[in-house]
């Protein structure tokens, strides 16, 4: 896909976090955007936005939860502005927790709304373009899907899981013209978690919400099969654990990742027990 002008998008959890950097991302490269997230108000706050910004946007309230209802949200999206060119699976759930901390909920709520939704929503879009020959989908990972994060563990599981059936499904694709990409950033510094706590990302780690929009957005334009968006050389350190999982895991010591993840599990299992 070449160019996103006219391109209609229908982008998940796009009321806050990165989901708002994706949709300015896709607006000022011309895409006709489907925004869908719970929070109606501040879906239409950001509609609001993009559309003083010269984009054409619609705000789409739905709880993406609703498995069973998932193919309301593209009716609703071919309603307002036809069939989606696009899929933008960003919706996700991340918490922290020491694991035996978690609840059934929790684990259950945390694979759904980042395995089950994606791969649904997926599924249900595919037909219109495989007949249309012409498409692609990107999925928002992790790089906790490429390199596991401790007391993050379920959430890097389902984040691992997006990265194999990416991968699985953009071979199966091939020559259909549906383009598969799968992004993976690392920790966004001005979004998200480390938005709401202030705290620093680890050594080497931190990347921005601006740069990890651009490159996803990319990675849809360059049909990229797997976008990571990082500062430095990450891809030997993930190569190095395939070779040596410890030494791998001690660089990740190394650079403050537990300690870091630790902090996050102990605030988060405090403020649900306060709640």
């Known amino acids: 896909m070449k160019s996103l002008q006219g391109k209609i998008v229908l982008l998940t959890g796009a009321s806050r976090g990165l989901g708002v950097y994706f949709a300015r991302e896709l607006a000022n490269r011309g895409a006709r955007l489907a925004l869908t997230a719970r929070s109606e108000s501040e879906l239409n706050k950001l509609v609001e936005e993009l559309r003083k910004d010269g984009g054409e946007a619609v705000a789409i309230p739905f709880d993406l939860t609703r498995t069973d209802r998932l193919q309301e ?3 609703k999206t071919k309603e307002l502005l036809g069939p989606p060119d696009v899929l933008f ?59 596991s994060s401790p007391y993050n563990s379920i959430y890097s599981g389902s984040k691992g899981a997006i990265v194999v059936w990416s991968d699985a499904l953009r ?24 938005a709401d706590t202030q705290m620093k990302p680890p050594f ?3 990347t921005t919400p601006e740069k990890t929009a651009r490159l996803s957005v990319k990675g849809i334009l360059r049909n990229t099969p797997e976008v990571i968006v990082y500062n430095g050389p990450i891809r030997p350190m993930l190569a190095l ?30 403020r649900s027990k306060n709640s």
């Open 89 to 147: 699976n960003n919706a996700g759930r991340e918490l922290y927790r020491t694991y035996p901390d978690y609840t059934r909920e929790d684990i259950e709520g945390i694979i759904q709304l980042n395995v089950t939704v994606p791969m649904e929503l997926t599924r249900l879009a595919l037909p219109h373009m495989l007949e249309q020959k012409s498409g692609h989908i990107l999925t928002v990972a992790s790089i906790a899907g490429k390199k």
């Open 73 to 75: 949200l593209l009716d």
């Open 171 to 194: 071979a199966e694709l091939r020559g259909s013209g549906v383009g598969i990409t799968v992004s993976c950033p690392t920790y966004v510094g001005d979004a998200g978690m480390f």
């Open 204 to 206: 080497m780690m931190g």
């Open 241 to 270: 654990g395939q070779i040596s999982p410890r030494l791998a895991d001690a660089v990740v010591r190394w650079m403050g990742v537990v300690k870091l993840h630790k902090k996050f599990a102990e605030q988060e299992t405090a």
